[in-house]
């Protein structure tokens, strides 16, 4: 812009009034804004521009009413009749000094220069924004974000003008995309660049993208319907895929997630925990979110907002949510005191997750899962599904099962927690399966069912009714590692579950060993053919199991929770990423997954230690239980003569 | 129903106590103090059992003239203390067992909350309103 309105401002207003450059060229710009269609003669003259521009303008730089009346009286636009350029810096200035706490005088611009604190406003807001860059491992210069918070709610006519301006001062640093998507944050100021920016990296590099999405994020939080046209565009330009209705649907509503910011959300997710499917532990997203720099109290309050099941971890719609929350917060959103219908997880599933439901249903089996994870773009719903489609037939017959004996949910359409489960099921059965192989041999040693949750979930797989310590076998463990394990539940009456089904079939050793072996990964199984060849022998034992459905629920969450333990290894290694790279080179997984193999090695053997201990002390308490039991006969055989005769 | 809702801690300080006439907060406090006592006697009465053998629910632990105090302790000795008035006496001891029930459930979900540091206060804002509607139904 010339430097023509500096002078002017001087001028016409009768003052000296000392602007800086980036002053100039951010008024100049939020003057080009408010006066859309007209050049920078004046802004009253073209019809719905100026006042109720202006007017906008300054309510959203959140001064009070009256604050503003006085504003506009000093500027003199009431006494010129419309804003012009002097009236309108001046008025700028004035709400800066507002803002900064000084009276709303003439001198008060004069005397200092409020230079001072317009900067530290805009280094406020640019604090902001870099540290939700930072969130993401993206540090990129935030070319004018002061404005932000100015004119928080731009009408968007102004996006219909971000088209023809060339950016005044966009310092384009190191992601291309990232001064286009800070154009749209402030959308409405004109900062033209955005459509080519962003019509690029497409398929570019992720943290342009990174970047894109995450100052979307925010953007499309704020300006709701008016960034409507941007999104509608930018969707357009940017994949395929998208729905560009789900955007111009839902104006002015702050709490819904567009599309965007969803992929950037899922793109975190998987940074976090690759596969789609399961939960991020708490620890996990505790680190994350805990980046964001928000206070604690205010992430335990998004935390509280958005696990909705309050098991401890989130799946992937209560991540977003949780995540969008974050960025809401961080844009100064107040946090609501109860999670928007928007954000709920049943509507973030149904809204998004309808095309990806077919591959949520065969989540651990999938071996197409880790492939298409690595080149995971907008098809991969497509691609996974397409895979997946030959499990899903031998699968579904478990997931029905486990739902039968799965605890009411609170949630009704909670199918990703409900996947999850199934798969989890399967795959501690299968381990459990080799750990009844292993028992069926009349040592009572430990099993190489390494995990915890196996030898609970052995205490649920029998088919005996009556809760006696079997004859045939040493379960003894088994019953002692329910009150062990057992925290929080009254089901004291619980105590001996029955023992395991005597000789689960022989052929089956090789196999679940196998299968079991590769559960223990955290990630996707491989070899589906044996889990397909397993899921008979789990379907039959699946059959016989009599439902306890309160110790089941029980076992469920600690499951989850050692499901989580066990998956929090690798989360934790992949969070230790904060930049999220999109495609993570196949060997960087293989090494990954080592390293979660040999501490899941190594957190079973400890589970084993201690199943070992405790079988030993279990020993014991039998031994003494059997010599009483001896006393008592004996007494009874010399009471029996009597009665007898 | 309850008049005053305290958590305590392992180590019998407070993590949460609440209480509805609020001008009388103090003597509820040291009700609360006095009664956990009384907790303390009760678990120990146990023995050696074993802690799943345990009830949860210790049931009334000492009527006053005014109000009755009731307790409950986990497994991992964090003990709820409710004090009901005893104007009250529709209450029923099944209902005080639901009421601890609920109260259990909710500071296990605040203890899901990864944010939740085991030995802070509590802060949670469903952990409140939870404690709420258990309080408000005495005016």
Known sequence: MDPGPGGAAAGGAGLLLPLSDTEQQRYSELFSLCCSPAPEGGSAPAPAAGGSKVGDLFRASQLPADTLHQITELCGAKRVGYFGPAQFYVALKLIAAAQSGLPVRIESIKSELPLPRFMALKNDIEMRYGNVAEIHGVKFQLPHPTLEKNSFKRSDEGDKKQETKSPPMSPMCSPPASPSNYQRIPLSYGYGKSRSGLEQPHGVSYEARHSTHQQDGPATGNYGSKSALVHSSLSRSLSVEREPQDSSNYPDDPWRITEEQREYYINQFKSLQPDLNSFISGSVAKNFFTKSKLPIPELSHIWELSDVDCDGALTLPEFCAAFHLIVARKNGYPLPDTLPETLLPDYLQQASFKPKRDCTLLDSYSESLPVSQQTRDFNRTEKTSVEEMPDKSALTQDANSDDNQALNISTTAKTIPKDFKPSQHLSVKTVVQESNTLKARPRSRSYSSTSIEDAMKKGEEPPMPPPRPQKSHSRASSLDLNKIFQQNTQAVKSGWLPPPPALPPRPFVSQTEQVSEMELHPQMNRAPSQTEESSPTRKEILLTQPPSKPIRRKFRSENQMLENQELTPTSSVTSSLPAVKPHLPAQKQSSKQKRAIQTAIRKNKEANAVLARLNSELQQQLKEVHKERIALETQLEQLRPVTVL | ?139
């Open chain 2, 1 to 139: 129903m309850a008049v005053c809702i305290a958590v305590i801690a392992k180590e019998n300080y407070p993590l949460y106590i609440r209480s509805i006439p609020t001008e009388n907060e103090l003597k509820f406090h040291y009700t609360v103090h006095t009664s956990l006592d009384v907790v303390d006697e009760k678990i120990s009465a146990m023995g050696k059992a074993l802690v799943d053998q345990r009830e949860l629910y210790l049931g009334l632990l000492y009527p006053t003239e005014d109000y009755k105090v009731y307790g409950y302790v986990t497994n991992s000795k964090v003990k709820f203390v409710m004090v009901v008035d005893s104007s009250n006496t529709a209450l029923r001891d099944n209902e005080i067992r639901s009421m601890f029930r609920k109260l259990h459930n909710s500071y296990t979900d605040v203890m899901c909350n990864p944010f939740y540091n085991p030995g802070d206060c509590i802060h949670s804002r469903a952990f409140d309103n939870m404690v709420t509607s258990m309080m408000m139904q005495v005016c």
